[in-house]
């Protein structure tokens, strides 16, 4: 994917004041963004303290660990890395495998605007506004047979042009799953951008998993491969420590990783001397999602 | 002390004061990442170790150089030891915590990367109270038995960066690395 250059990028001062024109004229984006379909979060925006997170910020601060460990690893040597030609497989408990455009997804299913909260595991959290398609609309595409129980994500694996896939600190190609309820759910979405624009390289380019319930490494980046399969899946990051990343990683103030707290997060643009904000239960999707885990025990699932 | 060695002291004193030259200088230029916060605590945490290998490197400079004149760094060294672990300290209560001591306390209790760092900075408290000369012909040998607890802290200080970071040891074992050798050196000029 080309280099988004910062001239290009609208700026965030427009970004936002275009928006608060839009609803003051009270008419639904889509009528004014050509092929996009806006998707306000209304109670988002009513918390001012959610306030969107600088696109600075979010293009700058990343963990994607087949880019370097660093946070600033991933913008300085994701420049090279190229995202056309790029398919999505869909294959397993399916009945017809199918091979799936980049182009043809972004024609064919409706790009909405998604603001939402981002918690990392780390501690710290961003509000970013993705651009992207609900991922069932991509499922919707294959029949789905009734075997199937869990999704399987596939991250690109390519070492020439990314440089932290020449270590082995992760079981590469990186891995990640969600029952088939949850990839279902319309908050799941695939991310084809931010802020109005192509997802750059460093936040996962060109088409990214958003799970804005579960903590950030749950939603692989740059995916290729999506199986449908009969058991749980075992993620890259339950293979490096399964002690401390399950598979739910749900986000949960109640439930601590082994080493740190989740109690509390470090909201990324706060003042330096602001404190740190109590983390809400599935990151404040709490009304949408907590009835997938009812009876569960969210410490032994974690 | 001659007057060269007392310029060079005044020198050196200024260089160890690096650290606070350059977040100073990310301060005033706004040149801070997307995480400010984290930025200080981990900037002064990674000179705290960087100066308990400096203050460690100097009894194995002094038998390989054959030369005394390194010791007049040692107390120096130490100080600023103590002084960026208290910053480090004071950042991680200040800036994150806002000084809530229940929460900070349960922080200790709950986690060994906190509680080791926790034990750390209060092993070198003792060791600063009787940095000064005074303090030493007042303590005699219990002053060099009780000045032997830099190397637990070092150890301490390492684990507690080891067990902090996620996935990548890479720079936590450097310095494991470095303080091993630092050890070693010791038990080797014990055996001599």
Known sequence: MKKVLSSEITSESIYKSRRSFIKKLGLSAGSLMVGSNFFFNNSLEAEEKDKLTKYRDIVSYNNYYEFGTSKEDPSENSEKFT????????????????????ESMIKNFPIQERIYRLRCVEGWSMVIPWMGFSLNHLLKKVSIKNTAKFVEFESVYRPKQMIGQQSNILPWPYTEGLRLDEAMHPLTIMATGLYGKELPNQNGAPLRLVVPWKYGFKSAKAIVKIKLVKSMPVSSWMKAASQEYGFYSNVNPGVDHP???QATERRIGDSILSPRRPTKLFNGYESEVSSFYKGMDLKKYY | MNYNSSYLKKIVFIVCLWPIISISFVLFTNSFSANPVNEIIHHFGKWTLIFICLTLSISPLRRITKSNNWLIYRKMLGL????????????YAGLDHHF??????????????????ATAWLLLLP???????KMKKILKYNWIKLHRLVYIIAVLGVLHYLWLVKKDLTQPMLYAAIITILLLFRIKFKKN
Do not use: C, M
């Open chain 2, 127 to 133: 060791l600063a109270i009787t940095s000064s000369q």
């Open chain 2, 80 to 91: 600023f030891v103590f002084f960026y672990a208290s910053i480090h300290l004071l950042s």
């Open chain 1, 259 to 261: 080493r740190w707290s």
């Open chain 2, 100 to 117: 809530a001591w229940n929460i900070i306390l349960e922080d200790i209790i709950k986690h060994r990367y906190v509680l080791v760092g």
């Open chain 1, 83 to 102: 995202t056309t030609p790029w398919s999505i497989q869909i294959e397993g408990e399916v009945d017809k495998p199918i091979t799936v455009s980049y």
